[in-house]
């Protein structure tokens, strides 16, 4: 299995930023950390031009924490998700003070950081510095559910998937990270949710689910709540106003007027207080110092 994925990846890998020669000795591991915290439920076209402007801005761990958190909400933009963005200055902080401004190698190091778990820490480990760990994400546990399992879906994330990769994984450093990044590719390309291309895939010859006819097994995942008048676009409403904002402080009687829905519009400003993504004072609102 991994000598028929490691052959198609290197035949048909996209072209993103953080595969080209020259990135990984430019911004090291801090390259890859910010690139996953960004492609967190986020499309990578989306990324991919968020990430350079961020690069290009905060190179460097060290450069990013002397800047204020605000400036790093303000930065995210519409990226979604924007206590990523709290959550990276405060990692950026962390190394700073912590590993004197370099990103650290060992992955209990990195799961101690600011808003890394499982994924990102191994992740970095692994395609920042070459070493041998299971690298899982939700393309990755779709493609064994189906191949390996006989299932359409996966079941919900589970430190089990860990084992299940670790069980295909080539014995050596270098082998182990292209697989690893193969086998997300093939399941953000080819091997799709909604419209698995079967007939692209080099796993067709020995996939279980195929064999079994595709059946519909179930699917487990945990659906996302509609975003169209969530609580959500209202908070992204509420930041998009203080970010736009020339001093990124908006009087509070006048931070998105219009909302349709006064409560929806104050619970978004209360949860932003709530999760420090936003300060109130004074009669004004702002991005976090």
């Known amino acids: 299995?991994?000598?028929?994925?490691?052959?198609?990846?290197?035949?048909?890998?996209?072209?993103?930023?953080?595969?080209?020669?020259?990135f990984a000795e430019k911004y090291?591991?801090?390259?890859?950390?910010?690139?996953?915290?960004?492609?967190?439920?986020?499309?990578?076209?989306?990324?991919?031009?968020?990430?350079?402007?961020?690069?290009?801005?905060?190179?460097?761990?060290s450069s990013l924490a002397a800047d204020a958190p605000a400036e790093a909400v303000r930065q995210w933009a519409n990226l979604g998700y924007p206590r990523r963005a709290l959550w990276l200055h405060r990692a950026a902080v962390e190394i700073r003070d912590r590993h004197d401004g370099v990103v650290p190698r060992?992955?209990?190091?990195?799961?101690?950081?600011?808003?890394?778990?499982?994924?990102?820490?191994?992740?970095i480990a692994v395609f920042a510095y070459?070493?041998?760990?299971?690298?899982?994400?939700?393309?990755t546990r779709r493609v064994i559910a189906?191949?390996?399992?006989?299932?359409?879906q996966p079941g919900a994330p589970s430190r089990r998937d860990l084992g299940s990769m670790e069980r295909l994984l080539p014995a050596g450093d270098a082998e182990s990270a292209l697989f690893n990044a193969a086998m997300m590719e093939l399941g953000?390309?080819?091997c799709t949710a909604r419209s698995p291309q079967c007939n692209a895939c080099p796993l067709a010859y020995m996939c279980a689910w195929r064999r079994a006819g595709r059946p519909d097994t179930g699917d487990a995942r945990r659906k996302q709540a509609r975003y169209e008048g969530?609580?959500?676009?209202?908070?992204?409403?509420?930041l998009k106003a203080l970010r736009n904002a020339s001093t990124h402080a908006v009087p509070m009687d006048a931070v998105i007027p219009e909302w349709p829905d006064p409560l929806q519009r104050d619970r978004a400003i209360d949860s932003l207080i709530a999760d420090g993504l936003a300060e109130a004072s004074d009669g004004l609102l702002r991005l976090p110092a």
């Open 188 to 190: 953000a390309t080819v």
């Open 106 to 123: 060992d992955v209990d190091a990195l799961l101690a950081l600011s808003g890394i778990g499982d994924y990102t820490a191994r992740a």
């Open 230 to 238: 969530s609580d959500r676009q209202a908070r992204g409403a509420v």
């Open 1 to 22: 299995m991994p000598d028929a994925v490691m052959a198609w990846y290197r035949e048909n890998a996209r072209d993103l930023p953080w595969r080209r020669p020259g």
């Open 146 to 152: 189906r191949a390996v399992e006989g299932r359409s």
């Open 28 to 61: 090291g591991g801090w390259g890859v950390l910010v690139s996953e915290f960004m492609l967190q439920q986020t499309p990578v076209t989306r990324v991919i031009p968020h990430l350079e402007a961020w690069l290009a801005r905060w190179p460097t761990p």
């Open 130 to 139: 070459g070493q041998r760990h299971p690298v899982v994400d939700t393309n």
